[in-house]
């Protein structure tokens, strides 16, 4: 039995993720969220964990105050994070946060050898290299989160050696603007970018959804995680989300994962592996699920999606400059401070203005995604 510390606590992962540890009895060893005091609060009242992080000190504060009754120990800002993220009492640290803000207490985790459950994608997207060989060096293990990660994991298990594998599918809903043209997207707000067909999200996900920026940064997160070349890896819209990912092998025989879009069976996943144990989410019935279809993507009109594909085939720090420029552009999307289709064009401009260096540190690596940011705020 699995005890967790939960990064990211009250996001829409965090919350589905407290819903599996709490359906098969796991306990919960330190909880963290930016600011969300209420929920928090709730949260540490259920879960009793150890350790209750805020983000946000101020936040911290009053959370410190309402939990004065209880044993639970409050802290504060990134030191509160790796702190959350190496707690000895915990074996599993499951990664919820959005964002970069989410890579050092990645990298402290694994130093501990902690198990990673990875929903926080911008970590390998980042800094890949750095996490992997991290992993790598210290014997760590990263169980992928994202639904489309842990099918590819699922479909490889029994699979030992790599040059079996040839290529990896990864499924993409093609979000609510699926079938668009450039100029209908031109008119799009914000409003219509939160609208998702079939998965309830995050605001920051749901825009990257929209954009295909999610599917561009879930092919990187594969690179990384699966070791392969961007040459093996196809994007496949599939607008059921019924199919999750699939993995085709030498002998052109092909696997796939299947289920009910319900991301609390990859997150149970990850916490269970190797076993599987009684379902959280809903059985998938065969014969009332809509007939299954699989199509190219239109790169064209979904600039992000391109621009994605261009940074995983270059080294160094293009990556971690597409997803700081992306994350600054959606949170000025979100703030109504810019269109739909300027999100693209700011991560654009970003990459050609930020120069590509190594990414051999985490220095590098957060130094280029500052100058991400900093380019996007210039241009507008
Ligand atoms: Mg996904």
Redesign the pocket.
């Known amino acids: 039995m699995r005890t967790i510390s939960l990064l990211g606590s009250t996001g829409s992962i965090g919350r589905q993720s407290l819903d599996v540890i709490a359906a098969s009895g796991m306990s919960v060893a330190a909880l963290t969220a930016n600011r969300s005091v209420d929920l928090l609060e709730q949260q540490a009242r259920q879960f009793h964990p150890k350790l209750v992080v805020c983000y946000d000190p101020a936040a911290a504060a009053e959370l410190k105050l309402r939990l004065a009754d209880t044993n639970v120990r409050v802290a504060s800002g990134m030191e509160g994070l790796l702190e959350a993220a190496t707690l000895p009492e915990a074996d599993t640290v499951l990664t919820a946060v959005v964002g970069m803000v989410g890579l050092r207490p990645t990298l402290a985790a694994l130093r501990e050898k902690k198990r990673i459950a990875l929903a926080n994608k911008e970590t390998l997207v980042c800094a890949g290299e750095l996490v992997m060989r991290t992993a790598k060096e210290y014997g760590a293990e990263i169980i992928p989160v994202?639904?489309?990660h842990s099918a590819l994991f699922q479909c490889l298990q029994g699979s030992h050696d790599h040059g079996e594998l040839k290529r990896l599918i990864l499924t993409c809903s093609g979000g609510p603007f699926f079938g668009k043209s450039r100029e209908e997207l031109a008119h799009y707000t914000r409003a219509d970018a939160l609208k998702h067909p079939t998965w309830k999200m995050g605001a920051k996900i749901t825009i990257d959804c929209a954009t295909l920026m999610?599917k561009g940064l879930?092919f990187i997160e594969a690179m990384r995680l699966y070791q392969v070349a961007p040459e093996q890896i196809t994007i496949a819209i599939h607008r059921q989300s019924i199919v999750h990912s699939l993995v085709e092998f030498r002998d052109n025989a092909i696997l796939a994962q299947l289920g009910v879009p319900d991301m609390r069976l990859p997150i149970q996943y990850a916490l269970t592996y190797p076993a599987r144990t009684e379902g959280v989410a809903k059985e998938l019935d065969l014969f009332d699920c809509p007939p299954l279809s699989f199509q190219k993507p239109d790169m064209e009109t979904f600039q992000c999606l391109k621009l994605a594909l261009g940074a995983a085939r270059k080294p160094g720090v293009a990556c971690a400059v597409l997803n700081g420029a992306n994350e600054a552009a959606v949170g000025l999307f979100l703030q109504d401070k810019i269109k739909f289709l300027e999100i693209g064009e700011l991560v654009a401009r970003a990459l050609e203005t930020v120069p590509n260096g190594p990414a051999d540190t985490l220095e590098q690596v957060l130094e280029a995604d500052a100058a991400a940011r900093e380019a996007v705020y210039a241009l507008i």
Do not use: A, K, L, V
């Open positions: 994202d639904s489309e999610n879930e």
